[in-house]
């Protein structure tokens, strides 16, 4: 089995092996996986953070060992924690990455990083203001990225700034976790699930004090939340139907 690493800003992660295809999640910088397949023009990856698949470009990858790949799956890594900053390739030339990339990277790709560690703390506070970082980030579908990010991508972004792995989906995070029976019961930092018509959760976003919730809906977003889902300040009717609410920390 072969490795790789993104040596690049953001990688588009594809349903099927073309450029047409659905983007399903993204590679942020430094971020290392397991090749799992091939095409002509296109490789099928298993992302180690969440064990996510799909297809992206082969000129967008670089090829590490075994031993290195096993180096930077190891957790807590080190993270970066500007919304948008760089690292420095053997050219001496730029290249943007965005928070949350994987710095540990640097030593495998020779590239140079002079900004800020962020320091991975399990302190279930930081939560919420982490997800404030956010605030207005277009939604984008597969986005994990400030500059465009779906529900899922929002809240598996700011946990894993907050040194906690959540997996990719919604409806793959809402398999983590404690069940509650009330929102009177949740505390700021929890996560709440909404399904469609089909039963199906489709919709993610973090609890805040007072009946608050934060999540990517258009853009990332504050709402109100009670028991029938999350009701839309601005359109003044409820948008989600709430499934369920997870104690995660």
Known sequence: MQFGINPLSIVAVRNEPCDTSEMVTQLLYGEVFKIIDYRKKWVKIRIAFDDYEGWIDNKQYQEISKESYNNLCEWPQNISNQIIDSVIDLNNQLIMIPIGSNISGCNILEHRYEGEIKHLSFDKKLIVPTAFNFLNSPYLWGGKNPLGIDCSGFTQLVYKLNGFKLLRDASQQASQGDPLSFIEESEPGDLAFFD??????????????????????????????????????????????????????
């Open 196 to 249: 469609n018509e089909e039963g199906n959760i489709i919709h993610v976003g973090i609890i805040m004090e007072d009946n608050y919730i934060i999540h990517a809906h258009g853009h990332v977003r504050i709402d109100r939340i009670d028991h029938s889902g999350i009701y839309n300040i601005d359109k003044h009717t409820h948008t989600h139907k709430l499934r369920v609410i997870k104690k995660i920390l």
